[in-house]
Nanobody
């Protein structure tokens, strides 16, 4: 079993930055890849970025121009650095491991 706990969400103005963290515990040695997803109000959950086994990264659409995913294996933590935030980035951000485990989510609200 893997437990994921997100933090770092909040309310910011458009153009500002936030860094989300996802602390992993439990059978972390079994984790291959991790990722961030988000769910906007009234919409389905969508992929934001993934950190693949070996260190490769993937971003959905053009999000890689503003977002950076990183992983600290010593701290067992996944990060998502978000810059130049837009109101359309508003939603609940979830951490995922191996497409199996999910965190509880952290709210990000970007006001115009």
């Amino acid at each position: 079993q893997v437990r994921l706990v997100e933090s770092g969400g909040g309310t910011v103005q458009a153009g500002e930055s936030l860094r989300l963290s996802c602390a992993a515990s439990g059978r972390i040695f079994s984790i291959n890849d991790m990722g961030w997803y988000r769910q906007a109000p009234g919409k389905g959950r969508e992929l934001v970025a993934r950190w693949l086994n070996g260190g490769a990264t993937y971003y959905a659409g053009s999000l890689g121009e503003r977002f950076t995913i990183s992983r600290d294996n010593v701290k067992n933590t996944l990060y998502l650095q978000m810059t130049s935030l837009k109101p359309e980035d508003t939603g609940v951000y979830y951490c995922n491991a191996d497409n199996i485990y999910w965190g509880q989510g952290t709210q990000v609200t970007v006001s115009s």
